[in-house]
């Protein structure tokens, strides 16, 4: 695109939030997420970490930098008299190491594009690494591209490099040089750069299941108790285990690719891997392997597990709250159980609005710390700007109108117990970053405060959304949703649950009457085939609303299978065949709702369980689809 368009549509977008002009898909995504993320358009430069940080991220980074070593000392010599430099970052966008021309360098670290710079588009906005690593795919950015006007003035590629161990994102290798300078050869040049990064650490991986299968051997060795040994890589991933170790290790095992590896240990730093494993199986004997004191992975012996004379039903086979016998049901809660192990990790439960998510939580939260609170907050029910101060509280005199004495958040409340975040999506950017660094530090500042305090809270985070989704599109946090759904648990749908729908309705029903004292009357068996063959859009809370409306506005008499038509807004309670876009669903939820609160927006998210914002925002898309509220 010429030079000249490029300018005017990027001052359309700055000035108006869009351009009619034709830019890249991905470019106007990422000012997009600038925009959202409130990047000042005429930011200067970029943070720059101290010596001191930069020390501490690089020892940390050590198998990074050595896997780069031999590129970016090629770069000095290759680069040099280019006006181009060569920049290694890693997943946090800060970089590592530059390399290239040393004028290009000088002239780089005038807006923190050198060594300590942190560019991801949180920070300075669209940029090669930044949106490489937002994307996860090779990028080129030049001249008015750039969100902000201070980096216009450069043309840079950047490749992903993407972690053999774990599957994930490590960092990016990024050619930067004047505007003109960004081809399409520059960056197939960086994506050849990347791979041969991801070759060498692949090379350093088979080197090192070299040493653990020594110390594998070595652990069996020296066993004179027999039972199971296990090797573990990088990562998490599996080397080996026995039938046995397996079947133990099966509630966490994940795949990436052609691996195994143990989800719980990947975003584990592996100095705490022996606590982890241990949380895990309390039996093990767990010894870590180094390599030039860095630990590589750990070999975890079990001793020979005795059966019991009897085995007890399982704790959450019949829990009242969770009614349900269908295979779908049974699966969830014996992930719920398997889960509810690993007592301090976090969790993330997915499922559509009123599939009973909040239920699983507080299940969750009686298997692992009955003895501790169980703390919900709706991220979605909250206004913006008060997000940060309910979950983390605030310090005094923080903000105008705020406690003189200063407010603990629930994050502080939840302490030995639960905190249940539903609608993480819902999170703003800013507060993601914040939630990411509790969960990694175990640390919770209340705003406007420096004074840390310890948070023991376990955080089951819930959402009806697409978050992988919604990382793509950069609305959430990659680095957030990879450290919440370690553990993940799927909620089926009412629709997923055969033989529910019955034994569902007859409770709600049961239930109603209790509430209202009066008898419940008789559900006649073809009113119970209408509810089963309905898709319940709205899942559990749908099918618990129409059965309460069916008792009130009934006569005593049995409920037959006019009545669930009746009440369920058409004549044909089949009218939904199961082939049907969820979207349609969801919008004929919505319009039943509506009609049922007499257009009330507020009435209408309560009846339907979501936040009013939520609400408001499938209207929206509704809307943008080319159809009206009213259906």
């Given at each position: 695109m010429e030079e000249r368009l490029l300018r005017r549509a990027w001052e359309d977008f700055v000035t108006r939030g869009m351009t009619a002009l034709p830019v890249a898909a991905a470019v106007v995504a990422s000012w997009t997420r600038s925009r959202q993320q409130r990047v000042d358009v005429a930011r200067h430069a970029t943070e720059r970490l101290g010596a001191g940080e930069l020390h501490r991220l690089r020892n940390a980074q050590r198998r990074l930098l050595a896997a780069a070593r031999e590129p970016m000392a090629q770069a000095d010599e290759m680069l040099a008299r280019t006006d181009s430099m060569l920049?290694?970052?890693?997943?946090?966008?800060?970089?590592?190491?530059?390399?290239?021309?040393?004028?290009?360098?000088?002239?780089?670290?005038?807006?923190?594009?050198?060594?300590?710079?942190?560019?991801?588009?949180?920070?300075?906005?669209?940029?090669?690494?930044?949106?490489?690593?937002?994307?996860?795919?090779?990028?080129?950015?030049?001249?008015?591209?750039?969100?902000?006007?201070?980096?216009?003035?450069?043309?840079?590629?950047?490749?992903?490099?993407?972690?053999?161990?774990?599957?994930?994102?490590?960092?990016?290798?990024?050619?930067?040089?004047?505007?003109?300078?960004?081809?399409?050869?520059?960056?197939?040049?960086?994506?050849?750069?990347?791979?041969?990064v991801e070759t060498r650490l692949a090379q350093q991986l088979a080197e090192e299941a070299v040493q653990l299968t020594a110390a594998l051997l070595g652990a069996r060795g020296s066993s004179a108790r027999g039972g199971t040994a296990i090797a573990l890589g990088r990562g998490g991933v599996l080397l080996h285990a026995d039938s046995e170790a397996r079947r133990r290790l099966s509630p966490w095992l994940v795949r990436h690719g052609t691996r195994e590896c143990l989800a719980l240990l990947a975003d584990d730093p592996p100095a705490r891997w022996r606590q982890c494993l241990r949380e895990l199986l309390p039996d093990a004997e767990v010894e870590l392997v180094d390599r030039d004191d860095d630990i590589i992975g750990a070999?975890?012996?079990?001793?020979?597990?005795?059966?019991?004379?009897?085995?007890?039903?399982?704790?959450?086979?019949?829990?009242?709250?969770?009614?349900?016998?269908?295979?779908?049901?049974?699966?969830?809660?014996?992930?719920?159980?398997?889960?509810?192990?690993?007592?301090?990790?976090?969790?993330?439960?997915?499922?559509?609005?009123?599939?009973?998510?909040?239920?699983?939580?507080?299940?969750?939260?009686?298997?692992?710390?009955?003895?501790?609170?169980?703390?919900?907050?709706?991220?979605?029910?909250?206004?913006?700007?008060?997000?940060?101060?309910?979950?983390?509280?605030?310090?005094?005199?923080?903000?105008?109108?705020?406690?003189?004495?200063?407010?603990?958040?629930?994050?502080?409340?939840?302490?030995?117990?639960?905190?249940?975040?539903?609608?993480?999506?819902?999170?703003?950017?800013?507060?993601q970053a914040y939630l990411l660094r509790v969960l990694e530090?175990?640390?919770?500042?209340?705003?406007?405060?420096?004074?840390?305090?310890?948070?023991?809270?376990?955080?089951?985070?819930?959402?009806?959304?697409?978050?992988?989704?919604?990382?793509?599109?950069?609305?959430?946090?990659?680095?957030?949703?990879?450290?919440?759904?370690?553990?993940?648990?799927?909620?089926?749908?009412?629709?997923?649950?055969?033989?529910?729908?019955?034994?569902?309705?007859?409770?709600?029903?049961?239930?109603?009457?209790?509430?209202?004292?009066?008898?419940?009357?008789?559900?006649?068996?073809?009113?119970?085939?209408?509810?089963?063959?309905?898709?319940?859009?709205?899942?559990?809370?749908?099918?618990?609303?129409?059965?309460?409306?069916?008792?009130?506005?009934?006569?005593?008499?049995?409920?037959?299978?006019?009545?669930?038509?009746?009440?369920?807004?058409?004549g044909d309670a089949s009218a939904h065949p199961a082939g049907t876009d969820l979207r349609s669903l969801q919008r004929e939820a919505i319009n039943a709702a509506l009609r049922d609160c007499q257009g009330n927006l507020s009435r209408a998210a309560r009846q339907l369980g979501i936040a009013r914002s939520t609400l408001y925002e499938r209207l929206r898309r509704h809307a943008a689809d080319g159809v009206s509220a009213a259906g």
């Amino acid at each position: 695109m010429e030079e000249r368009l490029l300018r005017r549509a990027w001052e359309d977008f700055v000035t108006r939030g869009m351009t009619a002009l034709p830019v890249a898909a991905a470019v106007v995504a990422s000012w997009t997420r600038s925009r959202q993320q409130r990047v000042d358009v005429a930011r200067h430069a970029t943070e720059r970490l101290g010596a001191g940080e930069l020390h501490r991220l690089r020892n940390a980074q050590r198998r990074l930098l050595a896997a780069a070593r031999e590129p970016m000392a090629q770069a000095d010599e290759m680069l040099a008299r280019t006006d181009s430099m060569l920049l290694l970052s890693d997943a946090d966008g800060v970089i590592l190491r530059a390399a290239g021309d040393p004028r290009s360098r000088e002239r780089g670290g005038e807006i923190g594009l050198g060594e300590g710079g942190r560019w991801r588009e949180a920070d300075i906005g669209t940029n090669a690494i930044g949106t490489a690593l937002a994307l996860a795919r090779p990028v080129c950015i030049r001249a008015y591209e750039h969100y902000c006007s201070r980096v216009q003035g450069w043309g840079c590629a950047a490749a992903p490099i993407t972690d053999p161990a774990s599957g994930r994102v490590m960092g990016t290798i990024d050619l930067s040089g004047p505007p003109g300078a960004c081809h399409p050869h520059d960056l197939s040049h960086a994506l050849t750069l990347s791979r041969l990064v991801e070759t060498r650490l692949a090379q350093q991986l088979a080197e090192e299941a070299v040493q653990l299968t020594a110390a594998l051997l070595g652990a069996r060795g020296s066993s004179a108790r027999g039972g199971t040994a296990i090797a573990l890589g990088r990562g998490g991933v599996l080397l080996h285990a026995d039938s046995e170790a397996r079947r133990r290790l099966s509630p966490w095992l994940v795949r990436h690719g052609t691996r195994e590896c143990l989800a719980l240990l990947a975003d584990d730093p592996p100095a705490r891997w022996r606590q982890c494993l241990r949380e895990l199986l309390p039996d093990a004997e767990v010894e870590l392997v180094d390599r030039d004191d860095d630990i590589i992975g750990a070999t975890v012996r079990l001793p020979p597990r005795s059966r019991p004379a009897h085995t007890a039903a399982p704790i959450v086979a019949n829990v009242p709250a969770l009614i349900g016998e269908s295979a779908a049901m049974h699966a969830a809660r014996r992930q719920c159980q398997r889960i509810a192990g690993a007592a301090g990790r976090t969790v993330l439960i997915e499922g559509e609005t009123g599939v009973g998510k909040e239920l699983f939580a507080r299940l969750l939260h009686q298997l692992s710390r009955p003895a501790g609170p169980f703390v919900p907050v709706n991220c979605g029910g909250l206004p913006r700007e008060l997000i940060g101060s309910e979950i983390f509280g605030y310090a005094r005199g923080a903000f105008t109108g705020a406690d003189p004495a200063g407010h603990p958040g629930k994050l502080e409340a939840a302490a030995g117990g639960t905190l249940c975040l539903d609608e993480i999506g819902e999170l703003p950017l800013e507060q993601q970053a914040y939630l990411l660094r509790v969960l990694e530090d175990g640390v919770v500042y209340r705003i406007g405060s420096h004074v840390p305090v310890r948070s023991d809270a376990r955080v089951i985070a819930m959402t009806h959304r697409d978050l992988a989704e919604d990382v793509r599109q950069g609305r959430f946090r990659h680095d957030l949703y990879y450290r919440i759904a370690v553990l993940r648990l799927p909620v089926p749908p009412l629709r997923a649950r055969e033989g529910d729908i019955a034994l569902l309705a007859r409770h709600f029903l049961l239930r109603a009457a209790e509430d209202g004292a009066r008898p419940p009357p008789p559900l006649s068996a073809a009113a119970v085939a209408r509810l089963a063959q309905y898709q319940w859009p709205g899942n559990v809370r749908e099918l618990r609303n129409v059965m309460e409306r069916l008792l009130w506005e009934g006569n005593g008499e049995q409920i037959g299978a006019d009545d669930v038509a009746a009440c369920l807004g058409n004549g044909d309670a089949s009218a939904h065949p199961a082939g049907t876009d969820l979207r349609s669903l969801q919008r004929e939820a919505i319009n039943a709702a509506l009609r049922d609160c007499q257009g009330n927006l507020s009435r209408a998210a309560r009846q339907l369980g979501i936040a009013r914002s939520t609400l408001y925002e499938r209207l929206r898309r509704h809307a943008a689809d080319g159809v009206s509220a009213a259906g």
